[in-house]
Nanobody, 120 residues
Framework: QVQLVESGGGLVQAGGSLRLSCAAS????????MAWYRQTPGKQRELVAG???????NYADSVKGRFTISRDNPKNTVYLQMNSLEPEDTAVYYC??????????????WGQGTQVTVSS
């Protein structure tokens, strides 16, 4: 099993910044991809940013230039630095991890979600 513990959400004014963290623990051989998704009521969960073990990252167009994803592999932790926040960024943010275990098995794990609210 893999557990993801998120932190760093909260309330911020438009133009402000927040930093989300997500630490993975449990039984796994390695974590290939870590990512952040977000979801608002009535909408599908959408990818915000993802990063692989080599540090290559990709971003949703809506956050490019404002958000930065990074990871600390020895700590199995991923971060999302969010700058120039907009009310449209308000959502529950979920951490995601794709991990390997055993000889050739993999699993996907989701965090419990952390609320980010941006006031105008």
């Amino acid at each position: 099993q893999v557990q993801l513990v998120e932190s760093g959400g909260g309330l911020v004014q438009a133009g402000g910044s927040l930093r989300l963290s997500c630490a993975a623990s449990g039984r796994f051989r390695s974590i290939t991809v870590m990512a952040w998704y977000r979801q608002t009521p009535g909408k599908q969960r959408e990818l915000v940013a993802g990063i692989n073990s080599d540090g290559r990252a990709n971003y949703a167009d809506s956050v490019k230039g404002r958000f930065t994803i990074s990871r600390d592999n020895p700590k199995n932790t991923v971060y999302l630095q969010m700058n120039s926040l907009e009310p449209e960024d308000t959502a529950v943010y979920y951490c995601y991890a794709h991990s390997l275990y055993g000889l050739d098995s993999s699993r996907e794990t989701w965090g419990q979600g952390t609320q980010v609210t941006v006031s105008s």
